[in-house]
Structure formats: C-alpha cells, structure tokens
C-alpha cells in the first residue's frame, strides 16, 4: 500500500513535467521545422536532382519522364512526415502536403479542360483548315515568317503553347519542305514568339497559371508584362527576318470541311475562359471552377450533336453517309491528353 502511494506521489510529483514537455513539443511544432540542414533536406534535393535527370534521359531510357518525378515527390513526402512524426505531430506536414494536392488538383482540371477542347477542336479540323487558309493565300517566304510567328504570339495567350507551336509548325515544314533556311528560322521564331506570348497571359502556360491560381499575381497584373514580351520576340524575330527569302514559295492547295459544331464548339471555348476569370475575378473561386463549368458546357453540346445527327445528316448530307460527320465523345478527347507531362507536374 506504502509503495503504491508513493508511485502515486511520484506521477503527480512529475505531471507538471510532463504536460510542459507536452506543451513545449507543441509549442515548437505550432511553426514549420527547419529541414535545410537536415538529413531529409539534402535527401530531397538529391531525390530531384535524380529525377529530373531522369526525365531528361526519357529518349534514351525510354523511361517516361513522370514516372521518376512520381515516385521521387512520394519520397519526399513520405520523408519529411516521417521526420515530423518523430517530432511528436504530423499536422503542419500533412497540412502542408494537402495544400500542396489542392493547388496541383486545381491546375490538373485546369489544363484537362483546355486540351480537352483544344483536342475537340483539332478533330472538328479548325487547327487543319486555319493552316490550309495560311498555305493558300500565296504569301512570300517573309510575309509567312511575320504572319505565322504574330499569330502564334497572340494564340498563345489562350491556347497551349505546344499545341499553338505545332500548328504553326506544321504551316512552315508544308511551305518550306523545299527551303531548310526558312523553315528553320520560321520554326526559330515560333519557339520564341509561343513562350513570350504564353508569359504576359495567366492562361498562357503551366508556369503562369500555377502563379495566378497560387494568387501570387492578380490576373491583370499579368498584362504588364506586354511589352517586355512583345520586344523579346521583335527583336530576334527582326534580325532572323534579313535572313529570311523573299520569293513567293509554290504550294499544293488542299481542301478542309469542318465538322459540325466546330465554330460553335470555339465559341464555348472563349466562353469557358470568360467564366474561368470571372471566377477568380469577380466571385473570389479557384480558375478551375470555371472552367470544369465550361467543360459541362462541352458536354451538352456534344450531347445535342449526338442526338440530332441523324436528322442532320438525312436533311443536309443526304449523298454521305452518317458516320462522316459523327460528332467526337468528349472522354476520347479527355484519353488523347498528355497523361506524362500533366503527372509530370505533381512535384510543383
């Protein structure tokens, strides 16, 4: 009984102790800990390094880039709660972490609703007949080099700069299959006339969305950045042009139908983007809340195509059949997107 009270004693005697050595843990984990120096500050630097250099030797490895950059983010997170869990409180790592997987969720619908209609499109043949419009106006070797590279700084600002290139690109390598120089300096200037452009619009690439979303740069305080970015594609734009021909190149015509719905379809696009800003304009909600609207909006209307193409077909394409003009389901747009570049991104 005597020992049994003084074990009593002993714990009340110690209690205060305890509770502000409990209450200093805390304390100390109320602020993020400083891994600079720590063993799983250089683990995760050397997890990076590691895989981006994986990702730059995808051609040779074969090993696709989001693969080595998924799993070194997983051991960086794995990691720095582990250390936060012998700290006594994993809430500040795991708060972090979620933060983390918002901000990446709300850029993923972002750019899923983008290239989902960017791919729609490209079915419906807008990209196709824009590029056909361009070879078939008879413009010189120089006018197609100012022509191609403005438009693509311009398209850029609303449009995925791989996407915005490739057009482009495509435009050039049909005219100047015969002449390297300009196809060279024309795919030149696009390069550089698609990264200034994307970079004084939020919407224009993956680096200045996840700045706008982030809230770190007000969406108009973007526009600022106009005419740094228009001189960083004059200026090299105008000493490639001296090296540019003159001669009007000779180019073989062909001919684009558009689908059904595609100028519609570029309409809701526009509309889509509108409501994306206004969103975080005026109603203070994530970018991403507009656009998953837009991409609702996608839907219906593929919808309405879908239930009104055989009375289309059979009234204003009796001679085709109807397959020929069969409007695209939007979840094969959503699979042809580039899973590897988006997974690529989770270690933002």
Not at 40 to 45: A, I, P, W
Request: hydrophobic share 55%; aromatic share 14%; glycine share 6%.
């Amino acid at each position: 009984m005597k020992q049994l009270t003084l074990w009593w004693c002993l714990i009340f005697a110690l209690m205060p102790g305890l509770v502000l050595a409990e209450l200093s843990t805390a304390s100390e984990l109320s602020k993020p800990l400083n891994l600079t120096e720590h063993w799983v500050g250089y683990f995760s630097v050397a997890a990076l390094v590691l895989a981006y250099i994986a990702a730059m030797l995808e051609e040779t490895t074969t090993l696709r880039k989001s693969k080595p950059v998924l799993f070194a983010s997983a051991l960086i997170w794995f990691a720095v709660v582990f250390v936060y869990k012998q700290q006594g409180s994993t809430e500040l790592a795991i708060k972090a972490f979620s933060d983390n997987l918002l901000v990446y969720s709300e850029l993923l619908l972002f750019i899923i609703v983008s290239m989902t209609y960017l791919n729609t499109l490209e079915k419906q043949h807008i990209f196709a007949a824009l590029r056909v419009w361009l070879v078939s106006k008879g413009f010189s070797f120089r006018q197609l080099f100012w022509i191609t590279g403005i438009l693509v700084f311009f398209i850029a600002t609303s449009c995925n700069g791989l996407t915005a290139a490739l057009l482009m690109g495509t435009v050039v390598v049909a005219v100047g299959k015969d002449n390297p120089r300009f196809a060279s300096l024309a795919c030149i200037n696009i390069v550089v006339a698609t990264n200034a452009g994307g970079t004084f619009s939020p919407v224009g690439g993956i680096s200045t969305l996840f700045v706008w979303q982030r809230g770190i740069i007000e969406f108009t305080e973007f526009f600022t950045l106009f005419v740094p970015c228009l001189v960083n594609f004059l200026i090299p734009a105008i000493c490639m042009s001296f090296a540019v021909p003159k001669e009007t190149p000779a180019v073989e015509v062909e001919t684009v139908v558009l689908q059904r719905g595609a100028k519609r379809t570029l309409f809701l696009f526009a509309v889509t983007i509108f409501m994306a800003i206004s969103a975080d304009m005026y109603l203070q909600m994530p970018p991403a809340a507009g656009m998953m609207a837009g991409l609702s909006l996608l839907q219906l209307f593929t919808f309405y195509l879908k239930k009104t193409q055989t009375h289309f077909v059979a009234t204003h394409l009796p001679q085709r059949r109807s397959g020929d003009q069969k409007p695209s389901d939007i979840f094969d747009s959503i699979g042809l997107l580039d899973w590897d570049t988006l997974f690529f991104f989770t270690v933002l």
